[in-house]
């Protein structure tokens, strides 16, 4: 059964970095893409950034682009998200999803719709 676990999160004051991991089991890591996400209470779940497993490319919301960056491990069936110079305004759950079709992660179709998704990471961004 594959499964997607995200961990990492936790509080962080403004200004702080934080490394979040989605590590994957039970699929052919490099036959997939992954991506991030959040979503914070009352708000819409927003895209983050994804990582093509076959060809190593990777995509990135504009807004985002420059503090965050993603990455992988294929020997350890991992991809990273690196967060930067972090804001109250990124307190969010962060969770990974994945799915073969590159599209359907960039686009962002409903959770239910990709092949397998983790439960999320809290992270908190606040003095």
């Known amino acids: 059964e594959a499964q997607l676990v995200e961990s990492g999160g936790g509080l962080v004051q403004p200004g702080g970095s934080l490394r979040l991991s989605c590590a994957a089991s039970?699929?052919?890591?490099?036959?997939?893409?992954i991506g991030w996400f959040r979503q914070a209470p009352g708000k819409e779940r927003e895209g983050i950034a994804s990582?093509?497993?076959?060809?190593?490319?990777?995509y990135y919301v504009d807004s985002l682009r420059g503090r965050f960056a993603i990455s992988s491990d294929n020997a350890k069936n991992t991809v990273y998200l690196q967060m930067n110079s972090l804001k109250p305004e990124d307190t969010a759950n962060y969770y990974c999803?994945?799915?073969?079709?590159?599209?359907?992660?960039?686009?962002?179709?409903?959770?239910?719709?990709?092949?397998?998704w983790g439960q999320g990471t809290l992270v908190t961004v606040s003095s």
């Open positions: 999803a994945a799915d073969p079709d590159l599209n359907k992660i960039r686009l962002g179709v409903p959770l239910q719709q990709l092949y397998v």
């Open positions: 039970g699929l052919t890591f490099e036959k997939y893409t």
């Open positions: 990582i093509d497993l076959k060809t190593g490319r990777t």
